[in-house]
């Protein structure tokens, strides 16, 4: 008996952080992974190889989330495609906007293993779902099949790869505190408030949320932001 074919994921999101979240739990689903980093491509790609599942971010340069959606589902080459829809934001326009354009779900970050088979669940079904685990109790206490102690050392090199990535985020983000750059500081902290509490460092997101908002008021208190910056840099410190 031949073997199923193996599922596709695509997740179009310019935040390489996510993507590499993503990635690590789809691959240990058996998914094919692919990753786009902003619309464009994302639409290049599903046109081309119609993915099984679609991931997409809101927020992104160029040509943004809602805007790939409604072609996703406009183009009979992918409008069965079920897409899931990624935000920060959990405010309700965001979430009524991309079902109404036709999202399978919508899901607020920071992504979390629980959100993804939930999300599974509902598409696939939940057979689909028992028949990609693997699981056996006997081996592990994980959902993913793979003994403990290989699991923890996914997790620590996943957490060591967040904090080198955002180390260097941080350097820009002081830097653009100190010269004042709104669009540079809402572009990290958005992403940083998406991820954090992914990799376990929520404190940061939380931290990175504040500093958003803070850049979103008129007039900015560029006081308050520094002291905000010096919490989040604290919080990424191991």
């Not at 119609?50 to 406009?74: C, E």
């Not at 685990?133 to 957490?159: A, C, H, L, Q, W």
Request: glycine letters at 6%; aromatic letters at 10%; a neutral charge.
């Amino acid at each position: 008996m031949a073997k199923p074919q193996r599922k596709t994921v695509l997740v179009i999101d310019d935040d390489k952080m996510v993507q590499r979240y993503i990635e690590e739990f789809f691959k240990r689903l058996k998914f094919v992974f692919y990753a786009a980093s902003d619309g464009y491509e994302g639409l290049k790609f599903a046109l081309s190889s119609k993915p099984d599942l679609i991931f997409l971010d809101i927020m992104m340069p160029r040509f943004d989330g809602f805007k790939t959606l409604q072609v996703l589902k406009s183009n009979d080459l992918t409008k069965n495609i079920p897409v899931v829809v990624m935000t920060a934001y959990s405010d309700r326009i965001n979430v009524v906007s991309a079902c109404k354009l036709g999202a399978a779900a919508v899901i607020t970050k920071p992504l979390t293993e629980e959100i993804f088979f939930e999300k599974l669940k509902q598409i696939f079904g939940e057979k689909f779902v028992r028949s990609v685990i693997p699981r056996d109790p006997k081996e592990t206490e994980n959902p993913f099949g793979v003994k403990e102690d290989e699991y923890n050392e996914v997790v620590r090199g996943m957490v060591e790869e967040f904090l080198k990535y955002y180390s260097a985020e941080v350097e820009d983000l002081e830097r653009a505190v100190h010269e004042k750059n709104v669009d540079v500081i809402r572009r990290i902290t958005h992403s940083l408030r998406g991820t954090g509490g992914s990799f376990g460092y929520g404190g940061a997101a939380a931290l990175a949320v504040r500093l958003n908002e803070l850049v979103h008021t008129s007039p900015i208190d560029w006081e308050e932001a520094e002291e905000v910056l010096i919490m989040l840099k604290n919080k990424l410190q191991r």
